[in-house]
């Protein structure tokens, strides 16, 4: 076992600002949890999961790997003090501080056809030997990577449920997302991934037809699973979506008819069925974070409303229109 690492190493962790250690005594020291303990998690680690599985909306069920309390506690301290510190791919839009949906949508504005392409089973299609090379790669030794390694992995891939894995899962893809730029990116086309999610976009239909049995091949090679049921080309004439955001000529937002489908279900709210409530706080709160224009215009239409029936109380319950409240408005 492995007991040290090279002092160059050791800089290069201290240099990326890295926990710089070299055998478990030391690893479960920084973690602060007692060498036994640490042991248990990293040499019975899949004994610390609670596996069930959830419905598809496609069909088929979808695996969710729980880690235990400690597996978690463990998990988080990896993700905070090493994966958060390591950059991905500009390319990479989801699981990133900063970045969402909407960053993931603009850079797709204006154009004229878009390609998305889901990939199946995302997560597992990461097996341990990538993360192992992903914590090798920055300067850990073979034990140290070994050791976190096993204690992000599940079943010899990265578990869905683990606070870890959608950060891994982007520092695994920084090859496939290169590889893809590489080539889309010379020819004018437009590339981002969130997660599982791959967008290109172009003002030409033609390019992106040419580029994509390249794009798929490149995907294949990566390791990778195309769900071909959810490809799709979004052409001049059809509605275009990223990450469920629509793309228009000069912006990106919620769309018109998803805009009509939040009013519609606001007045409904406020005459005749108050269970909606919380759901109707949750989508005023994700449009305010993705269409500033359809937030104010929701807003507007939420205070003509209050006016109309002062005597409803739901009003002061509305997220979007407490400070309109609190201002006497």
Not at 11 to 27: C, D, H, I, M, Q
Not at 30 to 51: A, E
Not at 111 to 117: C, R
Not at 166 to 178: I, T, V
């Amino acid at each position: 076992m492995e007991i040290s690492a090279h002092p160059q190493a050791l800089s290069k962790l201290k240099n990326l600002g890295l926990p710089a250690v070299s055998n478990l005594n030391e690893l479960s020291s920084q973690m602060r949890l007692s060498s036994g303990l640490l042991q248990q998690l990293i040499y019975k680690s899949d004994d610390h999961y609670h596996v069930y599985y959830l419905d598809k909306k496609s069909g088929g069920k979808r695996e969710i790997a729980q880690p235990s309390r400690a597996m978690k506690a463990v998990q988080s301290w990896i993700l905070r003090k090493i994966l958060y510190r390591l950059s991905s791919s500009g390319n990479s839009k989801g699981f990133e501080i900063g970045e969402s949906i909407l960053s993931n949508a603009k850079p797709h504005v204006g154009a004229h056809v878009l390609l998305n392409i889901d990939l199946e089973d995302f997560f597992h299609s990461v097996p341990a030997s990538n993360v192992y090379s992903i914590f090798h790669s920055i300067g850990y030794n073979k034990n140290i990577s070994y050791i976190l390694t096993s204690l992000c992995t599940f079943n010899g891939r990265l578990p869905q449920g683990a606070p870890t894995s959608p950060k891994l899962s982007n520092l695994a893809c920084q090859r496939l997302d290169s590889r893809i730029q590489g080539y889309s990116g010379p020819k004018g086309i437009m590339y981002t991934r969130y997660a599982d999610d791959i967008t290109l976009s172009a003002r030409n239909e033609a390019k992106i037809r040419k580029a994509q049995p390249m794009i798929e091949e490149i995907i294949q090679d990566e390791g990778f699973i195309i769900n071909h049921k959810k490809t799709k080309i979004c052409g001049t004439r059809k509605r275009k979506e990223v990450t469920g955001l629509v793309i228009s000529p000069n912006s990106v937002g919620i769309g018109r008819s998803e805009y009509r489908r939040i009013r519609a279900e606001v007045y409904s709210m406020l005459t005749s069925d108050n269970s909606k409530l919380p759901t109707i706080n949750g989508r005023i709160a994700h449009i305010k974070s993705v269409d500033k224009n359809n937030y104010e215009k929701i807003t507007k239409y939420i205070l003509s409303l209050k006016k109309k029936h002062p005597e409803n109380d739901l009003f002061n319950l509305i997220v979007c229109i407490k400070g309109h409240i609190s201002q006497g408005v």
